[in-house]
């Protein structure tokens, strides 16, 4: 009985200790080697943040207008020019100083006495265009086109207030500068009777007179 007491404590001692040195585990590793180490994998996401968009406003450009103002010739007649001892010479200066009714009545009165039958509708013109008139002013000076526009008349002639008034009255019309507007030298339409109460009024469709003569030389604006 003592050995047998003996031997079975013994018998445990080599059985723990066998567990414990790995001996019994030798099935799970038949080589007999070192146990190999358990990897564990672990599957991670990476995520992928997209990239930030950055946004510039830009702001609306103002539209920039330009105007231009184009330049108005409005009526005017320049001091100067003279004429002396003719109808035309009264009249010019009554327009200078802008006495519009007042050269209206000069005309009336004096339409038959003036040098050519032309200025007749040419100073009506101006008057017209005195009194903001401009329709009227444009019939008119047709009317003196029609009978021509030359101003050459000698030294004792109305050339000088004739052609300052063809200048002014162009210059309205047709919106240019006066400088711009050339007189045409020549021989000017003439009265085709001498005596006053004879002569036909240029301004009117009724023929009151003998009918004037119409040369066709007109004058050019550069």
């Known amino acids: 009985m003592d050995g047998y007491r003996r031997i079975i404590p013994l018998t445990l001692v080599l059985v723990l200790a066998g567990c414990g040195s790995g001996a019994l585990s030798g099935r799970a590793n038949t080589a007999g080697g070192p146990t190999p180490p358990t990897t ?12 930030e968009r950055t946004t510039t406003t ?6 920039t207008t330009v105007v231009t103002t184009k330049r108005q010739y409005g009526w005017n ?3 100067g020019p003279s004429s002396p001892q003719n109808p035309e010479n009264e009249i010019y200066y009554l327009l200078v100083a802008k006495a519009c009714d007042t050269a209206q009545v000069a005309l009336d009165e004096n339409w038959n006495s003036l040098r050519s039958p032309r200025n007749v509708p040419l100073y009506q013109a101006a008057i017209d265009l005195c009194e903001g ?7 008119m000076f047709a009317k003196a086109v029609a009978l ?17 008034t063809i200048r002014a009255v162009r210059s309205v019309l047709d919106q240019v500068a006066q400088e711009s507007v050339r007189c045409t030298p020549g021989a000017v339409p ?5 005596e006053p109460s004879e002569r ?6 009724v ?6 003569t119409s040369p066709t030389t007109r004058t050019s604006s550069s």
């Open 40 to 51: 564990t994998t672990t599957n991670t996401t990476q995520q992928t943040q997209p990239p």
């Open 58 to 63: 830009t702001p609306p450009q103002k539209k």
């Open 77 to 79: 007649l320049p001091q």
């Open 133 to 139: 008139r401009t329709v009227s002013a444009r019939s």
């Open 148 to 164: 021509g526009l030359q101003t050459h008349q000698g030294t004792d002639g109305t050339a000088e207030v004739d052609c300052a």
């Open 190 to 194: 003439q009265w085709l009777v001498d």
């Open 200 to 205: 036909d009024d240029p301004r009117t469709d």
């Open 207 to 212: 023929i009151e007179g003998t009918t004037t």
